[in-house]
């Protein structure tokens, strides 16, 4: 599975909306060449900028370093839900952890400040 035509096949084999992982569902059954040839193409992506097709890949082959590497960029850009699913997803504890510290700080401030205004 090296020339460009199987690699087009395997990708060829993922939904045009990828496969969400929402909770425990395992990543799809992939064999290790194609997996290989995804993550591949998945770094490519992610390198490039194009994170959401790079994100499909990633949640695709379950790729823990590649999910980590997306909740760090969607965490830089202001957007913490999305990096805290991708942290959820990898699974990725101080990255989840990080996160749900800052929620629950947030959180308590704005109950002090509803307390300040009665």
């Known amino acids: 599975m090296g020339s460009k035509d199987s ?12 496969f969400i992982k929402v909770s425990g569902i395992q990543p799809k059954e992939l064999k290790k060449e194609d997996k290989v040839i995804l993550i591949r193409k998945g770094n490519e992506l992610f390198n ?5 097709f790079a994100k499909k890949i990633f949640i695709t082959t379950g790729y823990t370093d590649g999910l980590i590497r997306l ?9 913490p839900l999305e990096a805290l699913r991708m942290f959820w997803l990898a699974p990725y504890k101080k990255g989840i952890d990080g996160l749900l510290h800052k929620f629950v700080h947030i959180i308590g401030s704005w109950l002090n400040e509803d307390k300040q205004e009665e």
């Open 7 to 18: 690699h087009k096949e395997v990708l060829d084999l993922m939904p045009t909306d990828g």
């Open 48 to 52: 490039n900028g194009k994170y959401d």
């Open 71 to 79: 909740g760090n960029y969607y965490y830089k850009n202001n957007e």
